[in-house]
């Protein structure tokens, strides 16, 4: 009897003391990105592939995973000259829920880091995107 009394004593301190992880912010390590990033999942997106550091004449890619058959856009700026252009690009997954965004870094583009916002299907995922120097 006081076996089985220490026993679920010894068991009810470990439920209180060992940490949950039922209430953790969703990371995930986006694959095939040329430099190691950790990207929050927001909801049902995330990003499952990404090239996003790009050289001029080179092709960004993003590819997220989100709601099947689903319409998202990514909204983003870049400069050229002293000038700021605005991008929208519209995409639909498939029925797995995958969709990919491309772009081609132009030569006129200045070099920097700047902010992307992917939206759609009730989710919102802000991420960066770098145009490389020569």
Known sequence: M????????????CIIV?????????????????EQQFIIAQGNLKIINAVSAVNHGGTGVIT????PNTQYNIKTSYKVGNKTVRVIQWRSTDKTGV??????VGNDTA???YSATIS?????????????QY
């Open 111 to 113: 070099p920097g880091t």
């Open 99 to 104: 969709a990919t965004f491309n772009w081609i």
């Open 120 to 132: 759609g299907g009730g989710d919102i995922l802000n991420i960066n995107h770098t145009v490389l």
């Open 2 to 13: 006081k076996i089985k009394v220490v026993w679920i004593l010894f068991l009810s301190m």
């Open 18 to 34: 060992c940490p949950s992880t039922t209430g953790a912010i969703s990371m995930v390590k986006a694959v095939n990105m040329p």
């Open 64 to 67: 997220i995973q989100g709601r």
